[in-house]
């Protein structure tokens, strides 16, 4: 069974760094695409960034580029999103999520993906 659990999330004033990290079993883990995902209240899932399965490639949504970098690192089954220069629009609940072999294409849609975390909180105060 697939299991994603996320941690890292918190409180931050603007400008400020936090790191998320989700850590995955049960998972055929190099075979397949990752993502993070955000959600707030009342709006739909939005695909922040997502890592290619095989060389790395990534995706991000244009509001987070330059500003948050996805990495994976295969041999110990973790996820990471480091996200720098935050501002109270990244306040979100945040999602790791895991699908099998995928397209560079669909790295950030939500419909995609098969397996989710329970999320973990960001808030970015001004």
């Known amino acids: 069974q697939v299991q994603l659990v996320e941690s890292g999330g918190g409180s931050v004033q603007g400008g400020g760094s936090l790191t998320l990290s989700c850590a995955a079993s049960?998972?055929?883990?190099?075979?397949?695409?990752m993502g993070w995902f955000r959600q707030t209240p009342g709006k739909e899932r939005e695909g922040v960034a997502g890592?290619?399965?095989?060389?790395?490639?990534?995706k991000y949504a244009d509001s987070v580029k330059g500003r948050f970098t996805i990495s994976r690192d295969n041999a110990k089954n973790m996820l990471y999103l480091q996200m720098n220069s935050l501002t109270p629009e990244d306040s979100a609940m945040y999602y790791c999520?895991?699908?099998?072999?995928?397209?560079?294409?669909?790295?950030?849609?939500?419909?995609?993906?098969?397996?989710w975390g329970q999320g973990n909180q960001v808030t970015v105060s001004s």
């Open positions: 999520a895991a699908m099998g072999p995928c397209a560079w294409w669909s790295l950030l849609q939500p419909q995609k993906y098969s397996h």
């Open positions: 049960g998972y055929s883990y190099t075979n397949g695409c």
């Open positions: 890592i290619y399965s095989f060389g790395g490639s990534t």
